[in-house]
């Protein structure tokens, strides 16, 4: 793919609410597997998400927004580069791979049209030692996991700070469930001294946290767990616990999140910031039960109509795609409002561009600034294509075609969001017509650059399951 570079140019006639002195500062947090319908205002009756909750009174939802990609890594690519799987330089899930270095990133993008550039949580675009570092690829500051695998762990010895090491007291790095020092807790300090620091001019803060990611521990006063360590749930892959653990783990970063709007308020930056929320891709049917077949909490479960999109993470059906997704700016996103605009992350950087008034990349995606500002002119998909190791899938209007490297399969998804019925035999045309799309946009990928490989096996060796010393385990009756 060639790259060029285009200028937007806004005014005070087409978008009032963005022409200011001031440019907006932008939060955009996303959480770790966060599924569809895992919070109180989509119905949830388990999980607690005030904040959430009143957020998306005070913001949009989205109804039609679709992950990058139905894994981590690649998820998090199209996120920052704007590009789809078809295009993107790093398309593997292995926690290190790497964009190519100077491609532009939301980062790059923003900062070169004067934003301070700041990320805290889990990168998984470029491992330590690789041409994909973020603070060689626009972020002023990046504190956190660069690796995946590091991100496997919430005890670990140390976190990075542009490829240096700061270490976490009292993490000896050989237990899932026990240390003195939560990542989690230090990468929120670090977001919030960012917020800050940086108050008096434009910034974009990008919060890819790991939480509510599941399987992990979580400390013993932290005031979340303590909601729900009493409860009568015993469900989990590892303990019995991983359910309370996981519900735990979702109301903290609601918790964090209430932190972060009251910073927000207080610093009277509250009308100058647009927060985005979302998670990184579809949902994970954890902590099976067999009165609970989809899930302890039934991410992709709709509560209210018993219905269910199909499969979950690592798939290219709705259910692995499907996220939820709000924005909030007081003032100019309406309060309380619902949009089935389709999107998908590719269509971030357009966004951002658009509000920052700054020069974009060519990218795979569409800005949907004016439905957020509730203004005409909004521009729509002719399709949306996705790839996963064999898997393909492309949307178009109501059509969704998909194959996981054998016989294509046809769905009408504003009939059939389960993807039940495949009428691939009743529509050849259409079928034959998504897959010449499918064809056309997949391209050889390019990949990024690995320098040290040594580097990178350190970090992985952070998450206990890949020490050579067998990891501490919390009793499965504690």
Known sequence: MKWYYITIFLSVVSLPAVASERKPNIVYLMLDEWGYFESGHMGHKELLTPNIDRFASEGMRFTNAYAGAPVCGPTRCALLTGLHAGHMSMRTNNGHSPIRAGEPTLASVLKANGYSTGGFGKWGIGGRGTSGVPEKNGFDVFFGFYDQVHAHTFYPQYLIRNSSEVPLAGNSGTSFYEGKTHAQDEIFKESIQFIRDNRDHPFFCYLPWTPPHGLWGINDDDPSWQLFKDKPWSAGQRTKNDAKVYAAFMHMVDRQLGELMALLK??????????FLCGDNGGQPYFMTPDRPHGFFGPNLNPKTGKRFRAGKGSLYEGGLKVPYLVRWPKRVKANSVSDHMLYYPDV?????????????????????????????????NH????????????????????????????????D?????????????????????????????????????????????QAPHKRKTKPKKRPIDE
């Not at 509000?355 to 521009?379: M, N, Y």
């Not at 050849?428 to 056309?440: A, D, G, H, V």
């Open 384 to 415: 949306l294509y996705w790839e996963c190791g064999n898997q393909k899938a492309v949307r178009m209007q109501h059509w969704k075609a998909y194959t996981n490297g054998k016989d294509w399969e046809l769905y009408d998804v504003s009939k």
């Open 266 to 275: 207080e610093l009277k930056l509250d009308d100058d910031t647009i927060i």
């Open 349 to 381: 950087m357009p966004t951002l561009a658009e509000l920052a008034q700054a020069v974009c990349p060519e990218t795979d995606g569409l800005s949907f600034l004016p439905t957020l500002l509730g203004l005409k002119g909004q521009k729509s998909h």
């Open 417 to 461: 969001i389960e993807e039940k019925q495949d009428l691939s035999k009743d529509n050849p045309r259409i079928l034959e017509q998504l897959i010449e799309i499918s064809e056309k946009e997949h391209e050889p990928v390019r990949p990024g650059e690995i320098y040290d490989r040594d580097i990178i096996e350190k970090d992985r060796k």
